[in-house]
């Protein structure tokens, strides 16, 4: 069957499980590859079909279903009919289906889902009559009259009393009475919240189900959602429409969630839980807490399970996270997808996959972003403090940490106001009794998460996984209050805006606040990765630094280099006010350059010292520095020495520069491995100019500074092969290069605001923030010609690196970058898998 078409009138908008590519994810949507691939496969997967995301988006475009569809879902319902033995809406065995969201990019729990569509009352005594248990068949109507009413017409759930109207319900009771009594009590709730009716007729419940999905593609949950992952807003979602096996059928059913590894921590082995007599929704909703699959599902399922997802790994060279139900001790599987993991996780399962050498490093890598090694590195609690929290008694509980992570700050009961406080510049954590799609924006803001119930599949654990913010979940000796606004953990009360600390990877709260600890070295695991993704790239890293301390962070990160600049470190040995001082009440042109040898020397020697044999680039002092207006009062001393403004305006401060930079060399002991580089460089004839300066300097320095440029314009860029001819090494600052470009200062690409706004009103059709500019990776492919004529090029970048123009940069040909400290091994890793991609 595999590739083959049913004719039913050319369909363009649907495809069975069976005749779908499972390549085509644009088309199908993750869930929908997914159980394509695995039906493929041969695995037990309820049959089904895909409405394709061409559909959703020609709904959205146009308030309508496509011409066409209506026919096509009526032709495909009858072939699944065919298929499963059962029949939509009649006996003798009824079929009820779920009708799900399925975007091309993992979404998750923010669109929207209906359960055990199709049922009216003919149905409902049929299956009760197949299954021979009307209780179970009240289960299933309260469920869906509840999904059905709140997904497709935005009412409020019932309530509790179904739920015990249900509870009632015998076995044997007759099953058109319960229908007709479970239904009336869900139709009398529904209108007293909200008036609207949910139709008896399973073709109109299905239709209006298949809208509904369509239209959860842009509420506000999905839409944050997006904004916040950088996933575009126009992709469109699939709809999954599919036979229902029942977890919540019986003591031998239940539903599950499992991944091939640990998403937490990356240990090799099935992780996950069930839920015995359950249906899908209760285990990742976290209203119940399950039990670990390990000792709750059978030990022939349990065999059964662990070798499916194992091949399933290995078939797809990821961590999974697969979706199951057993109904009636038989194993199905609803879905698959790659599994959303902490940072610390992607990097011990990246390592593992390299030694395990099941697949290829491209794809060992491809699931580890440069924002995981950035976590990665993020500080701990200071481990004394841990255990004097402990000691005084301030451990207020444990749950179950769900993301690692350890943070501090305020105590914060509700989502809006959590907003509220972070947007106030406040650290937040927020705790809540479970969390739903309509906590999003708070658990965005939050700095961590805590909830009652829930285990390490609910909605807060796998959303808090995608953010990267630590999360405990199933801390179940708390109690919210949200109307008094408290925390309660026995005998104990916490209010809102008391500070309180949390362990993402132990699952502890701790009252009060606890100090972090330096970053810790990385890992093994991680050194390895970088290993292997530097070895692919054949790229120099150097690493900027200030004082002589900060030499060890840059080794530590693998640097093959050092970049300082003048004004940093005269900045940071407290300096610079008195040079800027000694500029400005100094009418003497050249007497203020004096001083700047000496303080060169003295602030250098100790660097160079620190540095050994490592290459150090040194910027010139920038007097018209976008980013150090104040410190260095430019207006002030450009106001009194304009000729300061220019990079040559006074050569007299580059030599003094060469001299002081000379000298602590010469006090560190090095004969090379430094140059001074001077910013805003753009003609050929600035940099013969300095070329001439630095010959001139040669009896002084000893030939032991080279000199180069900063280019920080397009006419610089444009003019970068005859530049780099005449000096020894030449840095392209990306950044400002990115924001000439764009006429833009240079500062707003290191902010959200007001980019962010601009882009969402469509006002620029790339994020400059994000990746190179057409116009700026045509400059830059003038820039490397002169590394192909053999200059010495760098590319000088600032802030976190983004992984789509690290990827850029290297297949424009370079090779030698700068970095902040911190980003030096995103940068790594994010060069390293471009060169595993190509």
Not at 87 to 99: E, I, K
Not at 321 to 326: K, L, Q
Not at 432 to 450: E, N, Y
Not at 712 to 722: F, L, M, V
């Amino acid at each position: 069957m595999t590739g083959q078409r049913t004719t039913i009138g050319a369909p363009v908008l649907t495809r069975t499980f069976a005749e779908a590519d499972p390549a085509d994810v644009d088309w199908l949507g993750g869930k929908g590859s997914g159980l394509a691939r695995m039906s493929q496969q041969g695995l037990r997967v309820p049959p089904g079909y895909v409405i394709g995301t061409a559909a959703c988006r020609s709904y959205l475009g146009e308030g309508r279903l496509p011409d066409g569809l209506a026919e096509e879902i009526t032709t495909r319902l009858a072939e699944l009919e065919r298929q499963a033995g059962k029949t939509f809406g009649a006996g003798p065995v009824p079929l009820l289906l779920s009708v799900r969201s399925g975007a091309p990019v993992s979404m998750p729990g923010m669109m929207d889902t209906i359960l055990n569509l199709g049922l009216d009352r003919a149905a409902a005594v049929a299956l009760a009559a197949a299954t021979g248990d009307s209780r179970f068949v009240a289960d299933l109507i309260a469920r869906f009259h509840a999904m059905y009413a709140e997904t497709v017409l935005g009412a409020l759930d019932p309530g509790e009393g179904i739920d015990e109207l249900v509870a009632q319900v015998r076995p044997g009771d007759d099953p058109g009475e319960v229908h007709d009594r479970i239904w009336q009590a869900c139709e009398e709730a529904l209108a007293d919240s909200d008036g609207e009716s949910v139709p008896a007729d399973p073709h109109a419940q299905l239709f209006g189900a298949v809208e509904a999905v369509f239209r959860s593609w842009n509420t506000r949950r999905a839409r944050t959602y997006r904004d916040f992952h950088a996933i575009p807003h126009d992709l469109g979602t699939a709809v999954v429409v599919q036979s229902m096996v029942f977890g919540n059928l019986s003591d031998d059913s239940g539903s599950g969630v499992v991944f091939t590894r640990n998403p937490a921590t990356g240990e090799p082995g099935l992780f996950g839980e069930y839920l015995a007599h359950s249906q899908g929704e209760d285990v990742v909703a976290g209203t119940r807490t399950p039990d670990p699959v390990d000792r709750a599902l059978a030990p022939e399922l349990l065999d059964e399970l662990r070798r499916t997802c194992s091949e399933l790994e290995r078939a797809q060279g990821d961590v999974l996270d697969i979706e199951f139900t057993v109904e009636r001790s038989v194993l199905y599987f609803l879905q698959v997808r790659s599994a959303k993991r902490t940072p610390e996780a992607a990097v011990r399962i990246a390592a593992d996959f390299l030694t395990e050498g099941v697949v290829g490093a491209a794809a060992a890598l491809r699931n580890l972003t440069p924002e995981h090694v950035r976590q990665v590195q993020r500080p701990g609690f200071d481990d004394e403090e841990t255990e004097q929290a402990r000691a005084a008694g301030r451990l207020l509980t444990t749950g179950i940490g769900a993301c690692p992570g350890q943070v501090s700050g305020l105590l914060v009961l509700d989502p809006d106001r959590a907003k509220e406080r972070a947007d106030a510049g406040e650290d937040v954590i927020l705790a809540r009794a479970v969390t739903s799609p309509a906590d999003l924006h708070g658990m965005i803001a939050a700095r961590g998460i805590v909830t009652a119930t829930g285990g390490s599949t609910s909605h807060a654990a796998v959303v808090a996984r995608a953010l990267g913010t630590a999360c405990v979940v199933g801390a179940g000796a708390i109690v919210v209050d949200g109307a008094a606004r408290t925390l309660t953990i026995g005998d104990r009360t916490v209010a809102e805006g008391e500070e309180v600390s949390l362990d993402g990877a132990g699952g502890e709260l701790f009252l009060g606040r606890i100090s972090t600890a330096t970053p810790a070295v990385a890992t093994g695991s991680l050194g390895s990765v970088l290993a292997t993704a530097a070895g692919a790239s054949g790229c120099e890293v150097l690493v900027r630094v200030t004082l002589p301390a900060d030499v060890q962070h840059a080794r530590d990160a693998g640097a093959h280099g050092l970049v300082t600049a003048v004004d940093d470190v005269l900045a940071a040995s407290g300096h610079i006010d008195g040079l800027v001082r000694r500029l400005l009440d100094d009418a003497e042109a050249d007497g203020p350059f004096d001083r700047v040898a000496e303080l060169v020397e003295l602030e250098f020697t100790p660097l160079l010292a620190a540095a050994g044999d490592l290459e150090v680039g040194v910027r010139a002092i920038d007097l018209v520095a976008d980013e150090a207006r104040e410190m260095l009062q430019q207006t002030a001393v450009t106001t009194r020495h304009p000729e300061l403004a220019m990079p040559l305006g006074r050569p007299a401060l580059v030599r003094a520069q060469l001299r002081g930079l000379a000298r602590a060399a010469a006090n560190a002991g090095r004969t090379s491995g430094v140059h001074l580089a001077l910013r805003h460089v753009c003609d050929p004839a600035e940099a013969a100019a300095l070329r001439t300066i630095a010959d001139e300097a040669a009896d002084e320095t000893h030939g032991a500074v080279a000199v180069g440029a900063y280019l920080t314009s397009p006419r610089a860029a444009a003019g970068a092969p005859k530049i780099a001819a005449a000096v020894d090494v030449v840095w392209v600052e990306v950044r400002a290069l990115q924001a000439a470009v764009f006429g833009i200062p240079a500062r707003q690409l290191l902010t959200a605001e007001p980019l962010d706004g601009y882009l969402r009103r469509g006002l620029l059709a790339v994020d400059p923030r994000t990746e190179l500019d057409e116009v700026v990776r045509g400059l830059l492919d003038g820039v490397a010609g002169a590394v192909r004529a053999g200059r010495t090029v760098g590319m000088r970048l600032s802030g976190e690196v983004p992984e789509e123009a690290a990827a850029q940069l290297f297949a424009l040909g370079f090779r030698r970058f700068a970095v902040d400290a911190d980003g030096a091994r995103p940068l790594v890793l994010a060069l390293g898998k471009a060169a595993l991609a190509r």
